[in-house]
């Protein structure tokens, strides 16, 4: 299922030959999975997708404190937490959702202990009644060193 994931998810990028398997044409969504991106892409040097839409939902990679030039920005926790969040909201934009449609965040901390209030702060900020469902983990280490906070989400695809 995984090596099947992955085919399908660099076929997104890629342009391939027709898929002898399924009989796809080059370039077109396999199994209804379709990429969602912004301009610009800051995750494409990477192969990472900033969302898929699938099976009725909008799934958006983990979304971190960068500007669009893929720079952290500076300040501290709350500073890289609302830049997560402004990504989010503007991946979930390039998608045709917003914050509303969200069901489910994941958030992912370096510290827990000393930053759970703020990610309460930001949650409040950022999303609203009925909230979505979350999980919260705290992690040795994210993509980057000076990362801090990390957001992924999942959206109705309206």
């Known amino acids: 299922m995984y090596k ?48 898929v839409r699938a099976g009725g939902f909008v799934h958006v990679s983990g979304q971190a404190g960068i500007d ?33 449609d969200v069901v489910k965040v994941g958030i992912f901390v370096r510290d827990m202990r000393a930053h759970l209030d703020d990610v309460i702060r930001l949650r409040g900020e950022f999303l609203s009644e009925p909230y979505p469902a979350d999980t919260l983990l705290e992690v ?9 906070i990390e957001v992924e989400a999942t959206a109705l695809d309206r």
């Open 4 to 51: 099947q994931f992955m085919y399908m998810h660099i076929r997104q990028e890629t342009p391939m030959p027709a898929d002898t398997t399924t009989g796809a044409p080059a370039g077109t969504a396999v199994h209804g999975i379709r990429k969602v991106s912004t301009d610009p892409d800051w995750y494409a040097p990477y192969r990472i997708s900033q969302a």
């Open 68 to 100: 669009e030039q893929g720079r952290t920005v500076p300040g501290g926790f709350l500073e890289q937490g609302r830049q997560a969040f402004a990504n989010l909201r503007r991946v979930l934009a390039a998608a045709g959702a917003d914050p509303g």
């Open 140 to 148: 040795s280490s994210l993509a980057q060193p000076d990362w801090l």
